[in-house]
């Protein structure tokens, strides 16, 4: 099923509350709470694909950095495989691939980064294909629902000409708020989210 687009409203701008850093991301906050940390790992050593890094950061309406977000990411392996019983293809997951994890910024830079493997193309229903893509979700000052969003790839241009979220969105600029510059000379891409503002970022309802 694809996600209803989000690019017409406006985001909210009163917080509900505070995130959390120590209970949600303990270890990048500088606490060793627990024996095996929760969502540090993304894809594993063993996980197959070419290894990628992202950096980016989350910015308000005033171009400001948010220092103080989680961002989530969820995304297929390197054969578009999910590591989630609802994906009942017989494909193979590799034992170190957990397809999710948990990245906060620098909290003097306010730069995110993340390493995983680059995901493969996911099915997306009457015989159409997802271009590869992470799906990420953000929680932070400002927000009071978390928002959905998805980081596609600059040099996959054939696979997002044909995917069915993207095709959805008309302007062409809003489309590329959805889109991850890769960097010469390495497997590094660039995505900058913008919370609000002419450049706001497209958001999904789900």
């Known amino acids: 099923m694809v996600q209803k687009l989000r690019y017409d409203r406006e985001t909210p701008s ?18 060793k709470i627990f024996e095996r940390e929760i969502g540090e790992v993304i894809a594993g050593p063993e996980s197959k694909g070419e290894r990628i890094r992202v950096e980016g950061r989350v910015l308000d309406g005033t171009g400001a950095p948010v220092k103080d977000v989680l ?6 392996n390197s054969q578009g495989a999910y590591n989630h019983p609802e994906d009942i293809r017989e494909l193979d997951i590799e034992p170190d691939f ?13 730069i995110f980064i993340f390493k995983t493997v680059k995901p493969g193309p ?13 799906s990420l979700w953000l929680v932070a000052r400002g927000i009071n629902i978390g928002l959905a969003t998805r980081m596609y790839f600059g040099d996959e241009e054939e696979a997002n000409a044909e995917d069915p979220l993207l095709s959805r969105i008309e302007n062409p600029s809003r489309r590329q708020t959805l889109i991850a510059a890769r960097e010469s000379g390495g497997a590094i891409y660039r995505f900058d989210i913008h919370t609000q503002g002419p450049d706001e970022t497209v958001f999904l309802d789900i």
């Open 14 to 31: 009163q917080t509900a509350g505070p995130y959390v850093h120590i209970g949600l991301a303990p270890l990048a906050a500088g606490f």
């Open 98 to 110: 957990k397809g999710w994890g948990r990245v906060i910024p620098d909290s003097k830079t306010g």
């Open 122 to 134: 996911v099915p997306a229903g009457g015989g159409r294909t997802q271009a590869p893509h992470l």
């Open 71 to 76: 961002i989530e990411v969820w995304q297929a």
